[in-house]
C-alpha cells in the first residue's frame, strides 16, 4: 500500500456532475481548500457522457443524461452552454405532426382517441396528485389500479397505460414501484420542459470541469474510508490500485445502487440510521438503444413513435443520422442488460417489423447497461 502523506482538506469521491459541482465551489470560495477528486472511470461526467467514438465525431450521443431539465437562466448550466440552431425543446405533450402512436399492428390512433385517453390519464394523476399526505404511503399503481380496470374498451386501457408510463420513463421505474406520497415532489413548482443539446450534455459538462482546471485523479475505485483514531479524525481513503490518501473530510458523491452493494467498506460503520435509508431508498433504471440504419423508413419530421402493448414503447426519431433511440426504463430495462446486444437487436428490430413492412438494413447499434 501506498500512501501519500499529504494531508487534504477535502476528497470528492466521484467526477460526475455532482462531484465536478463541489469542485467548482471549493475554487470560487475565498479560502483555499485543498482538495483531490477521485473517479472510478478512465473519463469524467458519470452518466452525463457524451459518445463520439460509436457513430463518429460528427454523431454525438449522450448514453446517460441528456437535458438541461427546467434550463430557466438561473439554471448553472446555462451559463455554459452555448446555443445552437440544432437545440430543440423537448416535451411529453402530445402534438400530432411530431408524434405517432401505433397499435400493435402498425395503425396509427387518433388524435380524438388520443384526446379521450389523455382526459382519463389527467383525471387519474389527479387522484395520485390528491393523496393525503398524512395517510400511509401505497404505490401509484396500487392507488389508480381499479380506476384502471374499470376500462371497458381494451384499445383505450392500452392507450392510458402506455400514457402513465411516461411518468415510469421519466421517474425510470415502474407504477408499482413508485410513491404516491412524493410524486412529482422532486420537480418542485419548476415546469418540465428540457433542453436538448445537439454537442451532448456529456460534453458541456467535460467542458465546464476543464474551464476550471479541477484536481481529478482517473482510474481510482475506492475500496476503503477509514477514520483512523477517533483523536484527530484523519480520514484515510484507499483505492483498490494499493493507494491511500489522507484527508480531514469525504464529500461521497457515488450512485446509491454502489452504496447498496457495499462497495466501499466504511470503518467505522456507518451509522444505523444511514445504512437503513441506503437499504430502504429506491433508484430508478433508464437505459438508451440507438440503432443506425441505412435509411430511415419512417416520416422524417417525426421525432417521436409509441407502440401500444409493446414493451418496447418509446422511440426517439434522429433522422438526420438515419437512427432510431429506444428508452426501456425499470424491470423492463433490468431484463434486457441480462441479454445479449445481438438478441436484443433482434427483438427490437422483429417489433419495427410489425409497425413498418419496409425496414431498411441496420449498419449499426449501441446498448448502454448502467446497472451492469
Not at 80 to 86: C, F, H, K, L, V
Not at 224 to 234: A, C, F, H, S, V
Request: proline content about 3%; some cysteine; charged content about 25%.
Amino acid at each position: 500500500m501506498t500512501t501519500n502523506s499529504h494531508l487534504f482538506d477535502v476528497i470528492i469521491i466521484g467526477c460526475g456532475p455532482a462531484g465536478i459541482a463541489a469542485g467548482i465551489v471549493f475554487e470560487k470560495m475565498k479560502s483555499n481548500i485543498d482538495y483531490l477528486i477521485l473517479e472510478a472511470r478512465n473519463r469524467i461526467g458519470g452518466r452525463a457522457f457524451t459518445d463520439i467514438t460509436t457513430f463518429g465525431e460528427n454523431i454525438p450521443i449522450d448514453i446517460g443524461a441528456h437535458y438541461i431539465c427546467h434550463h430557466e437562466p438561473e439554471n448553472f448550466l446555462r451559463s455554459y452552454y452555448i446555443p445552437s440552431n440544432e437545440d430543440f425543446i423537448e416535451s411529453d405533450i402530445y402534438n400530432s405532426l411530431t408524434m405517432k402512436i401505433f397499435d400493435e399492428y402498425g395503425n396509427i390512433i387518433s388524435d380524438e382517441f388520443i384526446n379521450k385517453a389523455m382526459k382519463i390519464i389527467e383525471d387519474l394523476l389527479l387522484i395520485v396528485k390528491e393523496y393525503p399526505i398524512d395517510k400511509s404511503d401505497i404505490s401509484i399503481l396500487d392507488l389508480i389500479n381499479e380506476p384502471l380496470k374499470q376500462i371497458s374498451n381494451q384499445q383505450l386501457k392500452h392507450l392510458v397505460q402506455m400514457g402513465l408510463s411516461y411518468t415510469e420513463l421519466h421517474e425510470g421505474s415502474d407504477l408499482n414501484e413508485l410513491s404516491c406520497k412524493y410524486y412529482g415532489k422532486g420537480e418542485g413548482y419548476l415546469q418540465s420542459y428540457d433542453l436538448s443539446i445537439n454537442n451532448g450534455l456529456g460534453s458541456l459538462v467535460k467542458e465546464i470541469a476543464s474551464k476550471y482546471s479541477l484536481p481529478i485523479k482517473l482510474n481510482s475505485i475506492v475500496s476503503n474510508i477509514d477514520i483512523l483514531n477517533e483523536y484527530d479524525r484523519i480520514v484515510q481513503v484507499s483505492t483498490k490500485d494499493n493507494k491511500s490518501y489522507l484527508c480531514k473530510y469525504v464529500l461521497l458523491t457515488i450512485p446509491l445502487g454502489c452504496l447498496k452493494s457495499n462497495s466501499i467498506v466504511f470503518s467505522p460503520s456507518l451509522p444505523i440510521w444511514k445504512e437503513e435509508a441506503i437499504h430502504k431508498m429506491g433508484f430508478s433504471l433508464l437505459n438508451k438503444v440507438y440503432l443506425q440504419f441505412s435509411e430511415i423508413f419512417w416520416d422524417e419530421n417525426l421525432k417521436r413513435m409509441n407502440i401500444l402493448n409493446d414493451q418496447f414503447k418509446f422511440y426517439y426519431c434522429l433522422p438526420k443520422y438515419r437512427m432510431l433511440a429506444l428508452y426501456l426504463y425499470g424491470n423492463l430495462a433490468r431484463q434486457i442488460e441480462q441479454k445479449t446486444d445481438e438478441d436484443i437487436v433482434k427483438e427490437i428490430f422483429n417489433s419495427l417489423c410489425d409497425i413498418y413492412v419496409n425496414i431498411y438494413y441496420l449498419i449499426k447499434w449501441l446498448i448502454r447497461r448502467w446497472r451492469c
